[in-house]
């Protein structure tokens, strides 16, 4: 996002000096600039592609992440969480009905088909050198008006059809209605899993995850207790544990897990 924005202020920037002055003339407190041998109106063209370049180098990663996540999330269920599991060799295109079977829940329909749009764009991307290939065009007319127009809503326009043998012109937009798509289909990941796993192992994840980032204080019994709660009320808020779960946790912990 920092990189997004720089280039946002970056064109801002420079559209507001003499074109034709070098780069390290109109920035001279900026000593790095000086390598640059650049015409104010030469790095405008550089400028105007950084946006594609950045998104065809961020799509790729953001759709890694997520999967990883969802991965991650079909580990907890499994109670193989954090160990390797077979979890690993679910691929992408498969992770979402994986996930909405092993919690008997549905994932929306808008998202999964936005979701899909993306996968086929970072599969351009990265075999195929941004060629838009013959696909995309039929992926995005067939989306439903709801997931358009909530592309639409974020990215500022339609997704960029053409011909199948030209260049993806991805933007700073389709960047943010990336992240989009994969942030709201994680909350809806996240919620799903909350439902799937019983309270009781929830707990146990709590008190792993409170004994692993914070073991100093995990190993101060006389304070452990309150401590615990702290970390569960601001990172399980939603779980709501009462006063039992997280003590019968704690002692299930202690007694069966070497504290470390």
């Known amino acids: 996002m920092a990189v997004l924005a720089s280039i946002c202020v970056s064109r801002a920037e420079l559209a507001a000096k003499d074109p034709d002055i070098f780069l390290p003339d109109a920035f001279d407190s900026e000593p790095d600039l000086v390598r640059l041998n650049l015409r104010i109106r030469d790095a405008m063209e550089v400028i105007g592609g950084a946006g594609q370049a950045l998104a065809y180098m961020a799509i790729p990663f953001v759709l890694s992440v997520h999967h990883a996540y969802g991965v991650d999330c079909l580990r907890m269920i499994a109670g193989d969480y954090p160990a390797e599991a077979d979890g690993e060799s679910v691929e992408l295109s498969e992770l979402h009905t994986?996930?909405?079977e092993d919690t008997g829940s549905r994932l929306p329909d808008d998202l999964l088909g936005l979701f899909d749009l993306l996968r086929a764009v970072r599969n351009r991307i990265t075999h195929y050198a941004g060629v838009r290939?013959?696909?995309l065009n039929q992926k995005w007319r067939g989306l439903s008006r709801v997931a358009q127009d909530g592309w639409r809503n974020v990215a500022g326009r339609d997704f960029p059809t053409g011909?199948?043998?030209?260049?993806?012109?991805?933007?700073?937009?389709?960047?943010?209605?990336a992240l989009m798509v994969v942030t709201r289909l994680g909350r809806e990941m996240n919620e799903a899993v909350v439902g799937a796993i019983a309270r009781d192992r929830w707990a146990s994840i709590a008190a792993e995850d409170f004994r692993d980032v914070s073991a100093a204080r995990?190993?101060?019994?006389?304070?452990?207790?309150?401590?615990?709660r702290n970390f569960v009320r601001e990172f399980y808020g939603a779980l709501e544990f009462n006063e039992g779960e997280l003590v019968s946790a704690l002692q299930a912990l202690s007694a069966n897990r070497p504290e470390r």
């Open 133 to 135: 290939g013959s696909h």
């Open 98 to 100: 994986r996930l909405m």
């Open 163 to 177: 011909p199948s043998t030209e260049e993806l012109a991805l933007d700073v937009g389709e960047l943010i209605g």
């Open 218 to 228: 995990f190993a101060q019994q006389a304070t452990r207790l309150r401590r615990f």
